[in-house]
């Protein structure tokens, strides 16, 4: 699958980033250009089939082709952010952005076409999803050609993660989160969802607004909406791993990311509050760039994959079980080891320590890896 090799191509800038130009931007735009926007192109079209009860298309070749745009064009940004002449970025944007709005298109219009339905408030998280990044695309592709300003790249930053990637998955959790659980939805789950749309999509609206005019109280505020959105979908999915306690590695990513994701708003406000400006602001956002990203995003795509993966490959109960095993093996040692490190990471200033830490996330990424290249490998041979 394209978000695996997108998560090995970030295990080699790891091991190579020394010789590497610019490799921390290369690193953050392989999880979220690359192995994040693939992952959720694909996996929300499904999704959005699946809650809105529609048949197949008769051909997947609309969808296909809008993960080539896709990819031509990640590939050019990422190019022209490392080692490429900066206007590459434009037409390399572009083709994302064109590929994210027949995405959101396609989405749309299955959505209108569809019978109401119990769980379509699912897709509407994904089509304001789709908005938010059509609109941090092209200041993405500005700050690259002409200006990178301070609040550019804050709203750049938090409007991608907190609108494409957190939007989503907290539209996901819904359905997600039970069937990996192996439990029925708890009551007031799908009352949560709607009611959590406005306050996250108010928040960011509020948020990228603030930033763009440089109103950190109001940024703040911004971001607290966000936050009461994730708690508002958190309280369901709490109530059901209640009644069945996680028990897998999907179920604990997903549930350590969650809590990742809130710890990084919070940390996000703090440093607004305390900065003196914009300059010193996107300063700062790396230490909120590190739980976002690492804690956050990384885990719930590996999360979602471990659990999606062994599934999607088919092959009858029996296959998926045995491929199932293979994801899931020594799973709680990479779940708490990943974790740990990460906090350790975060909380030292250590500079030995941060490299260890640093060495065990790597270490878990690789485990994951490793399992998710045999599934893929014994799909191959069956």
């Not at 392989?30 to 693939?38: K, Y």
């Not at 769980?119 to 695309?137: C, F, K, M, N």
């Not at 878990?364 to 045999?374: I, N, S």
């Amino acid at each position: 699958m394209i978000p695996v090799a997108y998560l090995i191509a970030i295990v080699v800038v790891g091991v190579s980033h020394p010789f590497l130009p610019q490799w921390r931007w290369l690193l953050v735009h392989l999880l979220l250009l690359g192995a994040a926007t693939n992952a959720i192109l694909v996996w929300s079209t499904h999704f959005t089939a699946a809650v809105l009860r529609a048949p197949a298309p008769a051909s997947r070749r609309p969808e296909a082709t809008r993960l080539v745009l896709l990819n031509v064009g990640v590939l050019g940004v990422l190019v022209a952010g490392t080692t490429g002449p900066p206007w590459l970025a434009v037409p390399a944007a572009a083709l994302v952005f064109a590929a994210v709005a027949a995405h959101l298109a396609a989405l749309a219009l299955r959505w209108r076409r569809a019978l109401p339905a119990p769980l379509s408030i699912t897709v509407h998280y994904y089509l304001a999803a789709a908005v938010a990044l059509l609109v941090g695309v092209p200041a993405g592709a500005w700050m690259m050609v002409v200006e990178d300003t301070a609040v550019l790249h804050l709203f750049h930053a938090h409007v991608n993660v907190l609108g494409w990637i957190s939007l989503t998955v907290l539209g996901t959790v819904l359905t997600l989160w039970p069937t990996v659980l192996r439990t029925r939805m708890a009551d007031g789950a799908v009352r949560a969802a709607r009611a959590a749309l406005p306050l996250a999509v108010g928040g960011l609206a509020l948020l990228g607004a603030a930033l763009l005019a440089w109103l950190p109280l109001l940024a703040v505020a911004g971001l607290a909406l966000f936050a009461a959105a994730v708690v508002v979908i958190a309280v369901p999915a709490v109530t059901a791993a209640r009644g069945r306690p996680p028990s897998s590695f999907a179920a604990w990513s997903i549930a350590a990311a969650i809590g990742w994701l809130l710890a990084a708003l919070a940390v996000s406000a703090v440093r607004l509050l305390t900065a003196g400006d914009a300059g010193q602001a996107a300063a700062a956002f790396g230490a909120v760039l590190v739980p976002l990203l690492a804690g956050f995003v990384a885990q719930v795509l590996i999360g979602a994959l471990a659990y999606l993966l062994p599934v999607v490959l088919g092959g009858g109960p029996a296959r998926v079980r045995e491929r199932t095993a293979v994801m899931e093996r020594h799973w709680s040692q990479r779940v708490v080891m990943g974790n740990v490190a990460l906090a350790a990471f975060l909380l030292s200033t250590e500079p030995y320590v941060r490299i260890t830490t640093s060495l065990l996330v790597f270490v878990a990424l690789v485990q994951f890896l490793a399992g998710a290249v045999r599934v893929l490998l014994m799909s191959r041979r069956s």
